[in-house]
Each structure stands twice: as C-alpha cells, then as structure tokens.
C-alpha cells in the first residue's frame, strides 16, 4: 500500500503523506496543505477530520470494538473497577499494587471541598440544571487550587488529577442533596470511591447507606463504559480548550457544557423522557419509530446511532446485560426496559435503521440502570461527566505533554458578504 497521496490542482501534483496507525486505520496528513498548495480542507462536523494522534483509546466503529490502551471493554467486565481504568487511561498502564494504593490515597484525601465552596451550592436555585452547577463549581475549583494552574512535573499533574477525579462525585453528590434541601453528607475515609460516592448522594445524617455489591459493581462499569471515547465532541472541546493552554479544570469544565447536549451526553435522559412517554401511553413505540423515520416530525430515536459505530455500540451491549442482572438480584420490575427492549426490537427490524446502521448506542441502556440505582434523571448526564472525566484528563496530558502542541484553530469558508459599504444611520431604509 502506498505511504502517499497524489493531488492534483489546476494540473499541478502535489504529493501528500499518508499515516498509518496501530490498527491500520489511514489518513491523509493535510498539515501543509494549505502551505504548498493555497487550499484548506473543508469537513463540517469533522466527519472525515482526524484532529490528532492519540494513544488511549481505539475505536473500530465497523466491527464494534472499544480498547482503551489496547484492552478490550469487555476484559473490565468480571472486577469493574473504576479507579484502575482511571488510572489505565490517564497514565497509559494498568497501575501496579503501590500505584493504586498511592492514586487511591489521593482520590480518599481530596474528596472533601473546601467549606467556602458550600456558599456556591447555595446561590443556585434549588431548580437548577446539576450540569450547569458543575460546569461552573469546576471552574470554582481553580478559584480555590490556584497553585495546581502551573503544573510543574509528573508529581503535580498527578495530584491534580487526583483531585478532580475525587472532587467532581463530591460536588455531584452536593448539587443532588442542594437540589432536594438534604444536608450535605461528608466523605467517608473508609470508602473506596464509587461506595463513597453513593455513600455522599443517599446516606442520612441519622444511618448509613449501604449500597448491594452488585450496585456497587454496576455503577463501577457503568463509569467504566463511559470513561473515554477518543476524539467525541466533548473530548474534542476539552482538547481545544487546553490547547490555549487553559488549566486542567477550566478545560474540563468547559467539556461538562459540551457533554449536556442532547445529541451528545444528554442522550441518556432524553432516552428515560421517550420510554416514560410511551409508557403514559402518549404514544406506542412503533408511533414513535414511525416519527423517528419522518425528517419532518424533528423526533429522533433517542439511545440510537452513533457517528463511528456502524455497528452494535460494545457499551450498549454490556450495558444491556448489566442492567438485565442489576434487575433479577435489586428484584427490580421496571416498565421501562420492557419498552425499550421493544423499540430496540422494532427498530433493529426496520429497513430505515437497517440501510442507515443505526444501533442502540451507550445511552440507550445506561438511563435504566441509573434509575434502578436509585439516581434521579436530571442527574444522568452528571453520572456521565463522572465517568468520562478520566477520559478528558488523559486527552488534556497528551496534548499538553506534547512539545509540539499548538493552539487549536480551524479555519474557514467565508460564503457572507462581498466587500460592502458602511452606511450612516441617517441614510438607512
Ligand atoms: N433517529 C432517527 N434517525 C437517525 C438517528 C436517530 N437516532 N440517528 C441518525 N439518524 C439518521 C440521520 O438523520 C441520517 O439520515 P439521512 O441519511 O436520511 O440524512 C442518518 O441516520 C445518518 O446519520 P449520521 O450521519 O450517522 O448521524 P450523525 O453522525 O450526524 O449523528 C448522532 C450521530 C449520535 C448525533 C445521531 O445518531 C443522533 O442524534 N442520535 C440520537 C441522540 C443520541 O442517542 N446521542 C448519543 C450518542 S452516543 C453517546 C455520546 O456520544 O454521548
């Protein structure tokens, strides 16, 4: 196969190198395109745009496979264990015995929040939506970390990393307890983090809450499924950030804003929105395919499609069956994963999904299990952050510990206006 690519303009060639990667994935290096030849690529929505090169996760969209530094999803499925694949992700090896120890010390001493950080809580409505909170109470931690900006060495990035990590499921848990007018509930020492977690969100200042260990379990690889997804639009946003060197917390807050759209990250709640309607009876499932099919109606099947997967999403997969266990061992009869099994069936039948590869995708599944844990829809997507904040923090490093980095900065097709003339007010029709 051939290491170039012949372009040719206006009957000039040009030569144009071609990358190969671990997997054997291909793409035209355009990086002096614009230099040789005066052209620039034109990709909307990136589609066809590889914005780096990475080493943390691998995506072959087609066969449905996810690795995250080479590992198969599926070989963190017997013993999840959401601080391992942090730690996997973040430093690019499974952490040996004193790694976890030394990670896991980190993540027990930072999980509390400055006191001064409470006041924020209480300056939001109670009403407020819990990922406009956390944007901005990420952002609030630079105000109170000042020192970890500068991030001088190995041993600083770590500890900022770790601190972020504990942090962000202790303002989760605080913006679900401001939002209920329940007391805040300290960090336990003793928790390991997913447990302090729960611990955090639904114990009683009066008792504790004990979660089953298959809550515990399931809620680690829920995490674990949605810790990173290579270049996703949040990902990307957090990479653009960071690229004007923005520190590591104004970067991920910044990915929280991007994770809540509803075509992205904000998927997982409309999906319980679309089975609760159908579950009202406000209409049938196959009414709502039928509406997902016409362009016109603005309805798509939430939990469906993906842009790299053309195949079954592998997280959906394993979510499908985590929730079917979750549900025979909690003794949980939930209405809603009878009609989302339904949809999944009447779609996965249907010509329109069919020609155009449309699967159910990490969001389809996810929302029930959540909702059979105990965690109340509007926090959903804030479960996602949680989970994909190790995801961010890797792609933050990688870029930042690249000596060639340099500022993120599309360019564009200007379609407005041919140069025109100011006209005074007076003169205005
Ligand atoms: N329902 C109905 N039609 C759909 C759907 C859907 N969920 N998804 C894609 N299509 C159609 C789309 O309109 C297009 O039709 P046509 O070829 O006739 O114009 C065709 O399928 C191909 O779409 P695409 O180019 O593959 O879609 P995209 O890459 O622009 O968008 C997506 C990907 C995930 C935003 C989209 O599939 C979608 O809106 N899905 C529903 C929202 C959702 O579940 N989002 C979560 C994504 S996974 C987790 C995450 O990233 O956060």
């Not at 407020?128 to 970890?148: Q, W």
């Not at 039928?290 to 469906?304: N, P, R, T």
């Not at 340099?406 to 097709?413: G, K, T």
Request: aromatic letters at 10%; hydrophobic letters at 40%; glycine letters at 6%.
């Amino acid at each position: 196969m051939s290491d170039q690519a012949e372009l040719t303009v206006d009957g000039k060639n040009y030569t144009l190198p071609i990358v190969t990667g671990t997997e054997g994935e291909r793409a035209i290096d355009i990086a002096r395109l614009r230099s040789e030849t005066g052209l620039t690529a034109l990709d909307p929505a990136f589609g066809n745009t590889a914005s780096c090169e990475s080493k943390i996760t691998y995506i072959d969209g087609d066969k449905g496979i996810l690795r995250y530094r080479g590992i198969p999803l599926e070989a963190f499925a017997e013993h999840p264990n959401f601080v391992e694949v942090a730690w996997l992700l973040i430093f690019g090896h499974l952490p040996n015995l004193t790694e976890y120890e030394s990670f896991s010390k980190e993540l027990t001493e930072n999980a509390n929040l400055d006191e001064d950080m409470k006041h924020h809580f209480a300056g939001f409505p109670r009403s407020a939506p819990p990922m406009a909170i956390l944007s901005a109470m990420i952002s609030t931690l630079s105000c109170f970390h000042p020192h970890l900006f500068e991030l001088d060495g190995a041993d600083q990035f770590e500890k900022a990393a770790a601190r972020l990590i504990s942090k962000i499921r202790t303002l989760a848990a605080y913006t679900y307890r401001r939002s209920r007018g329940l007391p805040y509930i300290y960090p336990d020492p003793k928790l390991p983090y997913v447990s302090n977690f729960l611990h955090m969100m639904f114990s009683e200042v009066y008792g504790p809450y004990l979660p089953e260990p298959e809550v515990r379990s399931a809620l680690n690889l829920v995490l674990i499924l949605h810790a990173d997804h290579e270049q996703n639009c949040s990902t990307s946003t957090v990479r653009m950030v960071g690229s004007s060197q923005a520190n590591l917390f104004a970067s991920c807050a910044a990915g929280v804003s991007a994770l809540w759209g509803p075509l992205h990250g904000g998927a997982n709640v409309k999906v319980i929105e679309m089975l609760e309607s159908i579950h009202r009876g406000k209409q049938t499932a196959r009414e709502y395919i039928d509406a997902a099919k016409d362009k016109s109606s603005g309805v798509k099947l939430m939990g469906f499609g993906h842009r790299i997967y053309k195949n079954f999403d592998p997280r959906a997969t394993m979510l499908r069956e985590v929730s079917e266990k979750l549900f025979a061992r909690l003794g949980v009869d939930d209405p809603l994963l009878e009609i989302a099994r339904n949809l999944e069936e009447i779609a996965l039948s249907d010509d329109y999904f069919l020609e155009r590869k449309l699967y159910p995708n990490v969001d389809f599944y996810s929302g029930i299990i959540l909702r059979a844990i105990g965690i109340p829809t509007n926090m959903f997507t804030v479960l996602f952050a949680i989970g994909r904040l190790p995801g961010w923090i890797s792609h933050w490093h990688e870029q930042n510990s690249d000596p060639a980095m340099r500022i993120s900065r599309p360019r564009q097709i200007y379609t407005g206006n041919p140069l025109s003339n100011y006209v005074p007010m007076e003169d205005r029709i």
